[in-house]
Every structure is written in C-alpha cells, then in structure tokens.
C-alpha cells in the first residue's frame, strides 16, 4: 500500500492551515536581510516580513533551500515508512533549489543504499512561483487522502504546470528593477508615463505582455488578459496580493462579477515580493496546454 508523503519549499506559500490538515514539509526559503540571514516562514510571518521590507536598506536577497533540509525530511519520511515522496520546488530556472532536492535524494541513496528500493523519491519543478504549485499540492495531498495513487497524482501535477499561467500587476517598479530577477520588468520603462506592467509568468519565463495607464486601469487590465486566455473548461482561478491588501480585493471582486463566484485570495509571500515589490496584484489560472 503507497504511503506518500508531499515536500513544497515555503516560497509555494501554502497556508499554515493547509500545511498541517495535510502533513506537507516545507523546507524554508533562506532569505538575506541587511547582512542577516533569516528563513521564510520560520522567522516571520509572510505579514511580519512586509513591514521588514518596508524597513531595509537594501533589497533582500533569497538563496537556494540546503541539500541538508530536503535530506533531513527525506530521511524522516523513510524512518516513517513512507513509500513516495512527492517534492516540488519553485522554478529552477530562478532557483537553485529543485537541483538541491535531486541532490539530497542522491546523497539519502548513497548514504543508506536500502532506500533505493523502499521509497522512490519524485522532485518536480513547478516552472512557477507562489500558489500556482502551491494549490495542486494540495491538492495531490487530498487526491492522496482520497486514495489516488502515485501515477495519477503524478499525472495530475505535470498537467497543471503544463497549463499554469500568472499574470502579475506590479504597482511599483523599484524593487523589480533593483532585484534584477524579473528581467522583463527591469528593462521597462514606463515610470515617467506612469504605466504600470502587467507581466505574464509561464514556463519559469517572464515577459511584459500589457500597459496599463496608472493604477486604476491595471486590474481592468489582468482581467481582460485573464478571460482572453484562460481555459473555458477549467474553472481555477486564484487572486494573490502583497502588503496592499486591497488590491487584491479590488481583483478579487472584479472576478467575481464576470464569473458570477467567489475567487480565493491568499497573500504572496517574501520569494515573490522581494523580486516583484510588496505592491502587486496577481490573477493564477490554467491557460491553454503547452
């Protein structure tokens, strides 16, 4: 009988909540704060670490999870009798950690040979940020509970990152541009304009696909973007914002009208708002397959 246990690093912002209902280890995103180190989730709160944001004199900075953090929940999985792990990581192409997960399971395999054959390890990169693979996680933790298997969990999962899209709406430029890590936001130039970018993340890459004149016509904006490309026969849709929290709600509602339902709203944690600024507002849906 397959007993599978699910790793996510804290940078797929999955609520405390969820966390616990579900039993999901979530190795922490180490994060640089003028000069200190700290780790995303366990030493602040995603609301905590917007008023530090607020505060610093330079522009955190986030590094990989350790090797060592990803073999010490892989060990305590096989010591538990798990016979899968599951583990999704953010975007590789932005994030050194998914290649520190594939490190720790070769070095749990070196270390203890038996393993091999008593628990099979799957890392996937999500080629996505925040709850876009923060959500089907939880989602494969309840098709687990609902007594799926591995291969359709599996299969669900690389469906999802096959049709995932976000489109982030960045009310500030400061902290894009001085981070570097959204490129395509680096090399705007709108401020004088006052335009404000809309940004599609698809595939871990990034690109500039919308203007907006001014604030107020940035969620219009995502909206319309949204209904032009997402998915008729897939109702997900999720609304994320940072310290601002009415922006989401502004996002939020203005879904709600043209779908006629309610729309989950979560806040985006410190991984994203570092590179995209705390000012965001961000529609996560399922587009096309790629």
Do not use: W
Not at 48 to 74: G, H, M, Q
Not at 143 to 162: N, P, R, S, T
Request: charged share 25%; net charge positive.
């Amino acid at each position: 009988m397959q007993k599978i246990k699910f790793i996510a690093d804290t940078a797929s912002d999955i609520p405390d909540d969820l966390m616990l209902k579900y039993n999901i280890d979530m190795p922490s995103v180490p994060i640089a704060v003028d000069g200190k180190e700290y780790f995303e989730r366990r030493s602040f709160s995603i609301h905590e670490f917007y008023k530090i944001l607020a505060k610093t004199k330079e522009i955190p900075k986030t590094s990989r999870v350790p090797a060592d953090d990803f073999l010490a929940f892989y060990e305590k999985a096989y010591e538990d009798g798990y016979t899968d792990i599951i583990c999704v990581t953010i975007n590789a192409g932005g994030s050194g950690t998914n290649m520190s997960a594939h490190m720790a399971r070769d070095i749990l395999y070196k270390k203890r040979p038996e393993a091999k054959d008593k628990i099979k390890i799957h890392i996937i990169d999500s080629k996505t940020y925040t709850m876009a693979y923060g959500y089907p996680v939880v989602q494969s933790a309840r098709m687990a509970q609902d007594g799926k298997d591995v291969g359709e969990i599996l299969l669900y999962l690389h469906d999802f990152f096959d049709t995932c899209e976000v489109l982030l709406g960045c009310y500030t430029l400061e902290y894009a541009k001085k981070s570097g890590r959204i490129s395509s936001v680096a090399a705007f130039a709108g401020d004088a304009l006052g335009l404000k970018p809309v940004v599609e993340m698809i595939d871990g890459r990034t690109k500039v696909v919308a203007k907006a004149r001014g604030d107020k016509q940035l969620i219009p904006q995502l909206v319309k973007l949204y209904e032009e490309r997402r998915c008729s026969e897939d109702g997900f849709v999720m609304v994320a914002c940072g310290s601002v929290t009415q922006y989401g709600i502004d996002l939020q509602q203005a879904l709600k009208e043209k779908l006629g339902r309610d729309v989950p709203i979560f806040n985006a944690g410190a991984s994203i708002v570092i590179n995209s600024g705390p000012n965001i507002a961000a529609v996560i849906y399922r587009g096309r397959k790629r």
